[in-house]
């Protein structure tokens, strides 16, 4: 049995979660959600003890992935509705600065021309100041996959460190060329 799968999701209060058909909605103070899951599985949801578990039908391989997967995701859906997610990324490097125009997120990255990305309209981007981009959202996958797209238009390089970086990480430095 898996172990994440069979462990209950507590629902804070302010979050409201309804099955209708194979779809979940999550709605919470910061706005709704919606997963539709696999059929291999199924959510019920018990408004007294104010959580919700996920079982599933068989026991083969598959089954017992998408168990696990699909208690994930409804956490990560109650989480997303009640608090919202938040990636930090830093811009290193002289001349290297970010700012947002409109929806668009530019960023002078050290390329000959500035490199200009499209701002999903489910996210929040602000750049409190031009080393420092902030992305906000409901959903983690969208967060975490906006933060990676405008970190991979230049990864920090390992041998001044230059680059786009997610707050905290450790860039690993490679010593330059050694003279004779």
């Known amino acids: ?16 979660l309804s099955v209708a058909d194979r779809v979940i909605t999550a709605e919470g103070k910061l706005g709704k959600l919606t997963y539709e899951h696999r059929p291999e599985v199924a959510i019920e949801i018990d408004e007294d003890a104010k959580e919700v578990t996920v079982t599933r039908a068989g026991n083969d391989r598959e089954d017992r992935a998408f168990h696990g997967l699909t208690r994930a995701l409804l956490a990560n859906m109650v989480v997303g509705v009640s608090e919202g997610y938040e990636k930090k990324l830093e811009i290193h490097g002289v001349g290297y600065l970010g700012a947002i125009s409109g929806d668009v997120l530019q960023l002078r990255v050290g390329f000959a021309n500035e490199i200009q990305k499209k701002i999903p309209s489910d996210l929040q981007v602000t750049c409190p100041d031009q080393t420092h981009v902030v992305v906000k959202g409901l959903d983690k996958q969208r967060v975490g996959q906006f933060a990676a797209e405008v970190r991979a238009v230049r990864k920090p390089e390992p041998y001044k460190g230059k680059g786009i970086r997610y707050e905290g990480e450790q860039v690993r430095r490679k010593a330059g060329k050694a003279a004779k």
């Open 1 to 16: 049995m898996s172990r994440l799968g069979k462990k209950p999701i507590p629902i804070p209060s302010g979050v409201k």
